[in-house]
């Protein structure tokens, strides 16, 4: 069973990463979500420096606790899900609306500004997820349902294993976990995906982490597509998860 851990934007520092209050350096709500699910919800709410407290174990799956007298560390490889609204007031998208403090697009700009470049550059897929309508209640259920997908990501998680298995890496099931050194060999794309992704790489200005995080991110959905080798086609819907971080507007 994953653990699920959900934080609201009211939580602290130390609740995060760390508590001093009753035992010191006792794991902080990240170590907790060791293995499962970190979710936090209203991101842009939180205060920078408790956001900024996750790159480190967003990278490395670890907490490092270093003090005068004391070094502590504890794991931290959790999987972030988040949620934010497009702005404050959460309607700036919405068809017809006008911010009354300013235009829309400025508004989004400044709360979206609080989330910072390295830690959006270590999210891997970021979603819009629409306002759902009176129209979309009535459709009828969609032919892949919660079962299938479920059947589906285990098969792909079944490949990986035994991908990594074969490769003698030791604790490494995942392509998540996949060392940068042997990505070229696990998901190296087809010449039209290479093509794509060298084009794109100096279009959206990606980092040497977000180039890795993208072939990581095709190599899954071939895995899921039952694939053996990444497509154009899948190197394409991974850079699409990044775009929305990449076309932020800029604040004024």
Known sequence: MISVRTLLYLSKLYSLCKNFVIIPYRPGEASLAHHGVLFLDELPEFQPQVLDSLR????AGEILIAR???????PARFQLVAA???CRCGQATEPGYVCRRQPNERCIAQYQARLSGPLLDRIDLAIDVPAVTAADLILPAPSEGSAEVAARVSLARDRQARRYAALKLDGVT???ACPPALLEDVAQPDPEGLSLIRDAANAMRLS????HRVLKVGRTLADLDGEERVRRIHVAEALS???HTDRRPAAA
């Not at 480190?56 to 990278?59: A, F, G, S, V």
């Not at 040497?208 to 180039?211: E, L, V």
């Open 56 to 59: 480190q174990p967003l990278e």
């Open 68 to 74: 005068a007298n004391h070094r502590v560390t504890y």
């Open 84 to 86: 934010m609204n497009p």
């Open 174 to 176: 995942t392509n998540a």
């Open 208 to 211: 040497a982490r977000g180039f």
């Open 241 to 243: 998860y990044r775009s």
